[in-house]
């Protein structure tokens, strides 16, 4: 069975920076597609930036070039550096594991841009 936990989220000016961190359990992380994504109150849950096993990586339109997703397979672990944030950034963070048709997710973290 896999679990994720998100940390690293909370309350940053516009501007500032955050990063996220995912904890996967379990023995199919290094060959697992990871992902971030998010969901904003009133809209539905969209891509952020996927990574793959061997370190491909896709973002959203809205996060390229201030969103960076990286992993460390030995760690079980993967990141989102959250650069130049925006208020409309504000969204539940969630970590997404997929190994063929199986899908997992952790249970979010807040993000939240205000000044």
């Known amino acids: 069975q896999v679990q994720l936990v998100e940390s690293g989220g909370g309350l940053v000016q516009p501007g500032g920076s955050l990063r996220l961190s995912c904890a996967a359990s379990?023995?199919?992380?290094?060959?697992?597609?990871m992902g971030w994504h998010r969901q904003a109150p009133g809209n539905e849950r969209e891509l952020v930036a996927v990574?793959?096993?061997?370190?491909?990586?896709e973002y959203g339109d809205s996060v390229k070039g201030r969103f960076i997703i990286s992993r460390d397979n030995a760690k079980n672990l993967v990141y989102l550096q959250m650069n130049s944030l925006e208020p409309e950034d504000t969204a539940v963070y969630y970590c997404?594991?997929?190994?063929?048709?199986?899908?997992?997710w952790g249970q979010g973290t807040q993000v939240t841009v205000s000044s």
């Open positions: 997404r594991l997929r190994f063929g048709l199986r899908s997992y």
């Open positions: 379990g023995s199919i992380f290094s060959i697992s597609t």
């Open positions: 990574i793959t096993g061997g370190g491909s990586t």
